[in-house]
């Protein structure tokens, strides 16, 4: 039960009113949140519930159980294990990984030097992701990845937010890393830059996730300086990433294919007219090195492969689904 192990950074008072709700609810968490002064939501598959005094789901907000300061105070000191210095690298990024590779998200005061953010202060959001192994996802579609000589295809998986682009992306690398004899295909090394945290859920650098046996993580890392550092020192034969986006994401990314390097992946976007808005991604596209475009979406539960986009060129695309 994966959401038993973000119950250690809770309130006592907090933690009893969630052990109160159904077996059959907690195991379709999805994150907790905390905002002071505010009512206890929780995000289930199926949306989004307050949560009144006596623990049980409400849509009414008057009834909700409120969050204090005194709560809020008590997540900090859990979360930071009372050392805010100690975590004030991931207090700059927004977020800290726990054990587990479950996320805490942070909103509060930003303290700004030289134009950047350099830390958090007065803390008032918490946003507890809960993280979950999926396995076996990414198993349909490996197939339409390969080519005829059973090497991965340069592959782009664009979803909304919360469309579990995320846990495909982890699954399909543990396949390709660790291979499936099913498909008479080996395992090849991976170099996986995860940026924050999400893929691999590293906690001490050391991954919480089954990323497969072939796999290098580098946590916390720029995805674009990450790419650079994987194809520098560690010869992967696949190089995989989570939400690019940026200009220089997307230069790395032509840079690790030109070196004969295989890429996969994501972008936030629910269509191909969509991310075609965005310059950077355009000149990815432009490119026409994409091979397989992956669209997920939510229509039939979390994780939904609505379309697989075949072909290097998407304006000439052949459509499966």
């Not at 091979?291 to 994780?303: D, H, M, Q």
Request: hydrophobic content about 40%; aromatic content about 4%.
């Amino acid at each position: 039960m994966p959401y038993r192990r973000i119950f250690s950074i809770l309130p006592e008072n907090i933690r009893d009113l969630l052990s109160r709700l159904p077996v059959q609810f907690m195991d379709r968490l999805e994150e907790i949140r905390l905002r002071q002064n505010r009512p206890l939501i929780v995000t289930h598959t199926a949306g989004d519930v307050f949560l009144d005094s006596s623990g049980q789901p409400t849509s009414n907000p008057g009834d909700a159980y409120v969050i204090t300061g005194d709560d809020m105070q008590r997540v900090i000191r859990m979360v930071s294990n009372s050392s805010l210095y100690a975590i004030e690298e991931e207090l700059k990024n927004g977020f800290v990984t726990l054990p587990g590779g479950h996320r805490v998200g942070l909103t509060g005061k930003t303290v700004i030097e030289s134009g950047k953010v350099k830390t958090l202060k007065y803390i008032s959001g918490f946003n507890i992701r809960i993280s979950r192994e999926i396995k076996g996802t990414a198993a349909p579609i490996l197939p339409s990845l390969l080519d005829r000589w059973g090497r991965v295809k340069h592959t782009l998986i664009l979803s909304p937010p919360g469309c579990g682009k995320t846990t495909l992306l982890r699954d399909l690398v543990r396949l390709v890393s660790s291979g499936v004899p099913e498909l008479n295909f080996g395992g090849v090394t991976v170099g996986l830059v995860d940026e924050r945290s999400e893929l691999a859920g590293c906690y001490r650098g050391v991954p919480q996730r089954d990323i497969g046996l072939r796999t290098d993580v580098l946590d916390g890392c720029p995805k674009a300086e990450g790419m650079m550092m994987l194809l520098r020192a560690m010869s992967p034969q696949i190089v995989a990433t989570d939400e690019i986006g940026k200009e220089e994401d997307i230069k790395a990314l032509e840079e690790v294919i030109n070196a004969g390097v295989t890429v996969i992946t994501t972008v936030h976007g629910t269509s191909m007219e969509e991310i075609m808005r965005r310059p950077a991604l355009k000149y990815l596209l432009s490119l026409n090195v994409i091979e397989r475009f992956i669209i997920l979406s939510r229509s039939k539960g979390v994780g939904t492969v609505e379309d697989i986009i075949y072909g290097s060129s998407w304006g000439t695309q052949e459509v499966r689904k």
